[in-house]
């Protein structure tokens, strides 16, 4: 097999792809078994017309289709490993010759990863923001604690404050007639949270246990339901219960029940070193990508579009599923930020074109300093993966291998590598981060 390349333009790759006239004739002999069983002809059984019959009737154009199917695939894929090229995208393929005993020979067109010139990547300056942890970080966590384990007690005799968590009943009117979705018995609220529509939950606060009342409110203009929004509507309600909230007090039980310290002090000290080990982690993570984002900044390449549209592919598939997690799905989400697909993929093309860029400066870095990755490495990030999962490693290991994905979990340990070296060798400065809002 021969192969010619041409350098094209758009990021682009043409290779002539010669293959021999008896490999030819070989797809060629391939493929008549395979047409033959749908043959039907005066004189001879289905499936046993003799070949040069069958060519002397439908001419040997019949065969080629086929051939081709044959042939192709498996001379594409040779040429590119051959040339040691990288498509990005499948081929176009024109045929140039297909003659009986000549050569077949065909044209494939290919986007290709594009070739960069690296930078000088030793010793990028970079500013690193340095938060100091604080008793105040300690207090504010202990605080969030406190929440997540807040008791609610049943009040007798009490009137609704904003906070409390009230149980009522209510039916809902528009021009005096009830609208589906606008009735529920003991529905469950926490008052002041937002959740109603705006003015309901203000006008509940100072009600009694068992008292009644009407309130009047608007739907906003911008409401789901096209029918009610921007009406005005009255709901009668009835208040059943009144639930309030109460915080456990910070002392040694709370540490207790909440952790396996003893006392509050050493719970404490566990969270103020927690803090201090996360806010390293998110110190060093932000330093890796500012060094990353500063090299690839300063590359000139020109993005085939290929690789941009799978990355913003990769971004959104990331985003729906984060989205799962929380409840929503990605329909609903652009319904409430009223934004089409096609306007969500325009937001996301700039960040797709930043971590394209990255993409190709680490895997530039890796193939120039012989970066690789040992069986140890592997097995080490299996294990882990096992652990955060709670799977055996013989199930993460069989999942990677049915998936074939052993090459990309190689390529990750590379690139990690990578960017360690990056940050081993920068320059970094450290500065005292702004103060956050919770700060000032």
């Known amino acids: 097999m021969m192969v010619k390349l041409e350098k094209i333009d758009g990021g682009k790759i043409s290779l002539e792809i010669e293959v021999a006239e008896d490999i030819l004739e070989d797809a060629l002999g391939q493929a008549y078994k395979k047409v033959v069983k749908k043959v039907n002809l005066p004189g001879f059984r289905k499936g046993k017309v003799p070949r040069p019959i069958l060519e002397s009737r439908f001419g040997s154009e019949v065969l080629y289709e086929d051939a081709l199917e044959i042939l192709v695939p498996d001379a594409y894929e040779k040429a590119v490993e051959e040339t040691s090229i990288e498509p990005i995208a499948r081929p176009e393929i024109d045929l140039l010759q297909m003659e009986r005993g000549k050569p077949l020979i065909f044209k494939a067109i290919v986007e290709v990863k594009p070739e960069i010139e690296l930078p000088e990547y030793r010793g990028v300056e970079v500013k690193r923001e340095v938060r100091e942890i604080t008793e105040a970080d300690v207090e504010n966590r202990l605080a969030q604690l406190q929440k997540q384990h807040v008791k609610l007690h049943v009040l007798e005799d009490a009137t609704l404050a904003s906070g409390d968590l009230a149980l009522f009943d209510f039916n809902g009117y528009v021009d005096g007639v009830a609208f589906d979705g606008g009735s529920a018995e003991n529905y469950s609220l926490e008052v002041g949270s937002g959740s109603f529509i705006p003015g309901f939950e203000e006008q509940m606060v100072g009600m009694k246990i068992g008292e009644e009342k009407e309130i009047a409110v608007s739907f906003p203009e911008k409401y789901h339901s096209e029918d009610l929004a921007g009406k005005p509507a009255v709901f009668k309600i009835k208040l059943n219960e009144i639930k309030r909230k109460e915080l456990p007090e ?191």
Not at 361 to 372: A, C, N, Q
Not at 401 to 418: C, F, P, S, T
């Open 250 to 440: 910070l002392n040694d039980d709370f540490a207790a029940e909440v952790s396996e310290f003893a006392t509050l002090a050493e719970l404490k000290a566990d969270l103020l070193n927690k803090l201090k080990e996360a806010e390293e982690k998110k110190s060093s993570n932000e330093v890796a990508k500012k060094v990353v984002e500063t090299l690839a900044d300063g590359i000139d390449v020109l993005l085939p579009a290929a690789m941009v549209d799978r990355e913003i592919d990769r971004m959104i598939g990331e985003m729906e599923q984060f989205m799962k997690m929380q409840g929503l799905s990605l329909e609903k989400y652009l319904s409430l930020t009223q934004q089409s697909v096609e306007g969500l993929r325009v937001d996301k093309r700039t960040e797709a074109e930043k971590r394209v860029k990255s993409d190709l400066l680490l895997e530039g870095i890796v193939k120039k300093e012989g970066i690789t990755a040992t069986d140890e490495e592997v097995e080490e990030r299996i294990s882990k993966m096992a652990e955060s999962y709670g799977q055996p490693v013989e199930v993460i290991e069989e999942y990677f291998a049915a998936q074939g994905q052993v090459e990309i979990l190689l390529q990750e340990i590379k690139v990690r590598k990578a960017i360690d070296l990056l940050v081993a060798e920068a320059k970094i400065t450290n500065v005292v981060a702004p103060a956050t809002k919770e700060e000032e």
